[in-house]
């Protein structure tokens, strides 16, 4: 058991100036997140969400600013906080904070900064009344309530977790009756893990790389470690660049899937000479290693598109080569190693939000309001969970791809009764089973 300090700190941000910037392209956003703003329609009379204290931990950019507001808007009290140091969107977090919200998150925090901060999103107004819902990315959040403060998990109705990490945490919990609460998996939605994670990434990382290095993209040799939705979505980025792509994989399946998308598939030990641009993409750790950066050639890139920074062996490199470290400009290093340059982005760290802004509005509107409808049914109907890890159902998958369609003039055909009935499903639907791989 733990206390937290008593001294309520109504928020923490960079710069609170900031909040106009920030509120202007807010309302940009709103414009590109259909699914968000349909939940604010078909719900806020009802505050179905009210009562519940829902503590965030997840990027903190405009999209998410959004959510913040959509869930504040079907009755729910927010506290939040950023699930990575360099991610926070200063201009988003000083525009929540100004609209009252208790935000704590500022661009380029320490370690310690990073916790202190998510503990501040556990108690609730000057009264601090503790949170009774979390909304996680990557599981910080909840590993912090459950290891730090467990007595707080009684009072919790359960989570959701946004990515492919943190669900993969919340499995193991479970495995071992380490789980304390009911469990949404948003990651394995279809919505969002074949959209955020593949069209996602297929926009924002050569943009993150673009901006970090003004590099030319054509003609170069990329190297894409890992070749899951994540790394599908990376190497169509780079490809679509004028990248030569190289894939490196564990998995036969999604080896041969690079394959036959037209990509090399080769071992990292036998790409690395070659590339340009190495990017991880794995969920695993130490993928980019000494020896790896000893064969790379001179002003290569590296950078890391996963959630956490233990991919690319940072410890390695800081330890030996720290003394040659030098700042291009923030989140943009320069190391030599025996004479050659490399270029670290994001310090191993999360290269889209770490060098720009991330995912476009439209894909993350997706995924957040499969965040909105798992808080939802969380909330409202509690006592149809048990302590395990679970998906929201196909019904729900196809109402936010659903909601989603005519902002971008999609037009959806109908069967009729005869035609449902001779593939068994309804003429509204889910039209594919649950075990249906997309």
């Not at 503990?119 to 009264?127: A, I, P």
């Not at 000494?290 to 062996?313: P, T, W, Y």
Request: hydrophobic fraction near 40%.
């Amino acid at each position: 058991m733990s206390t937290v300090e008593t001294a309520y700190v109504k928020n923490k941000v960079k710069d609170i100036s900031l909040a106009e910037w920030g509120r202007k392209e807010i309302e940009l956003a709103e414009a590109e997140m259909p699914g968000l703003m349909a939940l604010r329609a078909e719900y806020g009379a009802s505050q179905p969400l009210a009562g519940a204290r829902i503590a965030g931990c997840l990027h903190m950019t405009i999209q998410t600013a959004v959510l913040i507001e959509t869930l504040q808007a079907l009755g729910a009290q927010v506290t939040w906080s950023s699930c990575n140091i360099f991610s926070t969107q200063d201009h988003a977090a000083a525009a929540i904070a100004a609209a009252g919200t208790s935000v704590y998150a500022w661009k380029g925090m320490n370690a310690e900064e990073f916790d202190w901060c998510i503990e501040q999103t556990l108690f609730f107004g000057e009264d601090r009344q503790p949170l009774n819902m979390i909304l996680d990315d990557g599981g910080d959040l909840t590993n912090m309530v459950f290891d730090k403060y467990p007595e707080l998990a009684a009072g919790i109705k359960g989570l959701s977790e946004e990515t492919t990490t943190g669900v993969h945490r919340l499995y193991e919990r479970m495995k071992a009756g380490t789980l304390l609460v009911p469990a949404i998996n948003i990651n394995d939605s279809v919505t969002k893990s074949k959209f955020d994670n593949k069209y996602g990434c297929r926009e924002s990382l050569v943009d993150a790389i673009r901006r970090a290095t003004d590099v030319m993209m054509a003609g170069k040799v990329g190297v894409v470690c890992g070749y899951g939705d994540v790394g599908k979505g990376s190497a169509d980025s780079l490809r679509n660049a004028g990248v030569r792509v190289i894939v490196t994989e564990i998995d036969p399946i999604c080896a041969l899937q690079a394959a036959m998308e037209g990509f090399e598939v080769k071992k990292l030990s036998t790409a690395i000479a070659e590339a340009d641009i190495v990017v991880t993409a794995t969920g695993n750790k130490n993928i980019v290693r000494e020896e790896h950066f000893r064969a790379l050639k001179d002003k290569a890139i590296v950078c890391n598109i996963g959630h956490f920074d233990n991919e690319i062996d940072m410890a390695w490199l800081n330890g030996a080569y720290g003394n040659t470290k030098i700042e291009i400009k923030p989140q943009v290093d320069k190391y030599t190693i025996e004479g050659k340059d490399v270029i670290v982005l994001a310090e191993g760290r999360l290269v889209n939000l770490g060098c720009a802004t991330g995912h476009p509005s439209f894909v993350m509107s997706n995924s957040f309001t499969n965040q909105t409808l798992a808080q939802l049914e969380l909330w409202t109907n509690t006592d149809a969970y048990e302590k395990k890890v679970y998906t929201l159902p196909k019904h729900l998958d196809e109402k936010v791809a659903r909601l989603h369609l005519a902002k971008i003039g999609v037009e959806l055909e109908v069967l009729d009764q005869d035609q449902a009935e001779y593939i068994g499903v309804t003429v509204e639907g889910p039209f594919k089973p649950e075990y249906y791989r997309y």
